[in-house]
């Protein structure tokens, strides 16, 4: 059994944003609902300061609120497949937002507009391209709800192709925002397989999920000061 | 000893009634609940969070009676806030007034109610989903 998670060592992360900018590249960010997105805290008392970084994605809960809430109105545009994947199905949204309510975490973003990142109005050469050449996941409308997705477009070929051993151990099919971090703050794979890193960090780092009292069972582990509670 | 067993004994002869109130409570809320999903209160199809007559809001402000700051932690609303509701939004729709845009709610409170085994529909910590 496969189960897909990713762990982000937040004492390794020094907030460069490199994440961020590979998932808007990835996933042609629509400005206003991004899929990731980075938290600051400043910490300590002056002149032991210092700043924390947590950079904040889907979670693909194993017990999704938000798909709880989608179900619960008869919506059923969320669904999560055999890999632990959540996604939207946009087709299928209404854009009621009973999602984002629900999520602890704050993730699903309700797109109110498909603007550009130029400030004139016009479309880069990337936001210019075709929506039939794009994933499912990729082919975002306005008044409808999307997030992170783990690259789904990624891990599908993975899939496909019957490698899904590989998910996480070759750059076509990892993720891209764990592919860029200069400080390897961030590892994605398959926890089941204990000789994976992901099952090794979880294991040695003490990395943990946030917010558990919501019962969501997050597969995004966390690595904190203090390890885990 | 026997004055602490009398005395304890007393005090959770006091305790039993404001017990039985509370699951009182919790017994009108689960069974407003179940006939909200029931649909024998009417809250409407209208299920955008943007409306403040919407599904959502009616079903928590109107129905349940939760207070605004109970969601909306951070902001304050006047005591008659929600008596003065649909005055305001007639006044909005003639172009007079605006409210203030609420503010993040915080889902710990949604907790108490949508926990697995709670009164709510279970939007969390549902093992076995």
């Known amino acids: 059994m496969t189960k897909l998670v990713r762990v982000i060592d937040t004492k390794r992360c020094m ?15 629509t400005p206003g609902s991004p899929w990731n997105v980075m938290m600051e805290h400043e910490v300590g008392e002056y002149p032991n300061v210092g700043r924390s970084f947590v950079t904040m ?23 999560k497949n055999a890999l632990g994947v959540v996604l939207i199905d946009y087709d299928k949204c209404i854009g009621c937002q009973y999602c984002t309510a629900a999520c602890p975490y704050g993730v699903p973003q309700y797109n109110n507009e498909i603007g ?25 409308k306005v008044k409808t709800v999307e997030k992170c997705t783990f690259c789904w477009h990624k891990l599908e070929k993975a899939v496909e192709r019957g490698e899904t051993h590989l998910i996480g151990q070759v750059p076509e099919y990892t993720p891209s925002c ?6 390897q703050a961030r590892v994605f794979g398959d926890i089941d397989d204990p000789n994976s890193q992901v099952a090794q960090w979880v294991g040695r780092k003490q990395a943990t999920q946030i917010k558990k009292e919501f019962g969501t069972r997050p597969q995004v582990y966390y690595v904190l000061e203090g390890g885990d509670y | 000893m026997n004055k602490r067993i009398t005395c304890l004994c007393l005090l959770l002869g006091l305790m039993a009634p404001a017990g039985a109130v509370l699951a009182e ?92 085994n709670g009164v709510a529909h279970a939007f969390f910590g549902t093992a076995g989903q």
């Open chain 1, 15 to 29: 907030g460069c944003r490199s994440c961020l900018a590979a998932c808007y590249v990835e996933n042609h960010l």
């Open chain 1, 57 to 79: 994605n889907c979670m693909h809960c194993e017990h999704p609120s938000c798909k709880a809430a989608c179900d619960a109105i008869g919506v059923k545009a969320i669904s």
């Open chain 1, 116 to 140: 550009t990142l130029y400030e004139n109005g016009e479309k880069t050469p990337y936001e210019a391209e075709s929506y039939a050449k794009r994933h499912p996941t990729h082919r975002k």
């Open chain 1, 178 to 183: 764990d592919l860029v971090c200069p400080v």
């Open chain 2, 25 to 116: 409570e919790d017994m009108d809320l689960a069974d407003t609940a179940e006939a909200i999903r029931n649909g024998d209160i009417d809250v409407g199809k209208e299920y955008s969070m943007h409306k403040k007559r919407g599904r959502y809001h009616r079903i928590h402000s109107e129905v349940l009676g939760l207070e605004c700051e109970a969601c909306h932690v951070a902001t304050k609303y006047a005591p008659d806030y929600l008596l003065l509701i649909r005055r305001e939004e007639e006044d909005r729709a003639a172009g007079h007034g605006k409210r203030p845009e609420a503010d993040v709610v915080d889902r710990a409170v949604c907790l108490g109610c949508h926990k697995e």
